[in-house]
């Protein structure tokens, strides 16, 4: 488990200690709350779950127990806990995210309530977060964060953890299993994962002497065996690079079914753990780099400061996530989880979508403003940080590189550990860069963060064999509204000085789906399937708009041999 902060602060108290502290020491009280969570199944379907909290009131009488308000996209999370029952004490509700238990002093309280889902049936795949419990009918995959009512003011609480199947045949992962066998910080209930079926698979691995416990539930075109090899491999890349990690490891994978063409994965960090879920055609190859960015998070940001705290958190999200994705692609490349062509197809996929973005120039406080809510804006600061990364680590490449600045980081907030207020990341991150190097990156990044410059990547800016190349080509545009064509199924918005209209597209023809073309990429070719005169017809047309973008791409030579692909590996991953 990752030592949390308010544990860190007072790690020499131990239970045994505080009942041996003499009568007059500094009343240090650290209550243990108990924590049981059960499935509510009727006619063999989970409706719901039951969260049962034992604990003793404040000393004053009143304790106040917080619900989830957000977290991860998701809003207003208290709407999914029902019907509050407490025994020892009497129930009121000052506001929407607080149940208020009046009692006398220290007295024993049980707090019961429901947990329900977020969703009717299963989430749609193009949901915008799985922030939300998703509960039955078959089980329950949801995350601390929205299920725990937890004590307010009580951060120094313990807490245990007990799972009664109350007669499911569900097998639960979890990587709240150690505060089953001893009471932890009250703070790990919330980043946690909680996967429950009848049909989940674990397969276990051993990475350096610590354990990894990988669950699946779906059905996938791999096993679970298969998903803890490679994710073996992904935790040992990033664990050769830090070399201080030896803490057990659970990795869920829930599946959900997609439709046709709709490949989609997103994940979760959760210090001990990640959480993801995706639907069922996702190939095992397509999570090497997506794994290994996950797992890194738990170092960057946490172990390195920590995020920034409370709405202005993405903020500092061209440092967590985008030296996260710089390195995945190079940690994993250094380890030969991909190669350098996987390696190049990611940069140019993400080099892509950035210079087509039509969120390119947003500012950092434009991306705090707008990054729930746009989905070009909430790509921004990984496609922006990556490639800060990058010409970061050519301006450090003769002190050290930025693999030096991110381990002097990882000293520096262990040595601070406890330490209040912490300072962030992304905040110190400049700072010690110029004590290790002597270097001033303010400036880069004043103008590429703060300011939302456009970034272009120098060709050598990856050594090695690989070069950078700078195109322009036509602006990507369509002439018709596909978002709103595909809801309606008639094309709309079509555009009269457009290409789809040049082509023979016409407003209101019944639409039948889309063939092949690349989002913002105007090199490649549509087809939008169209009802004629009654019999299906493919138009086919480049959307070419007027204007023109400038795009980087990276490129691998084509005829390496075995010896220059190695030197080649070895100069661009170190
Ligand atoms: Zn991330």
Redesign the pocket.
Known sequence: MVVNRVLAASAVLTIGALAALPVGAAPLQRNLDVYRVSPVVENGKVQALTVEVRLRADADGETRMQLPAEWGGGERLWRFLKDPVVTGGQLSQPDEKTWAITSKPRAALTLRYRVVSAYDGPPPPDSPNFGQPIIGPEGFYVIGHTIFATPEGRDLDLARFEWNPAGASLRLATDLTPLQKSPASISQLGPSVLMAYPDTVEARRDVGGAPLTVAVRGTFSFNAEALADMTARSIGAARAFWGDDRTPFLITLAGQPGPQGWTSYRGT?LDDAFAVISTQNTKLEDYRLFLT??YL?SWIAERLGGAIDGPDEPAGYWFS?GF?DYYARRLALRAGLVDLETFAAAWNEALDAYATSPAIGANNAQIVAGFWSDRAVQKLPYQRGAQLAVLLENRLKTKGGLDRVMLALRDQAAQRRGASPRTPAAQAFAAVARSMTGVDLAPEIDRYVSRGERILLPADAFGGCLTVETLTRPAYWLGLDLAETGKTRALAGVDPTGPAYAAGLREGMKYLGRQGGKPGDSTVEIGLAVEENGKPRVIRFLPKGPGEVTVQRLKVPTALTPDTRAACVKAVAG
């Open positions: 960090g960015h996950e998070h996530e996260t």
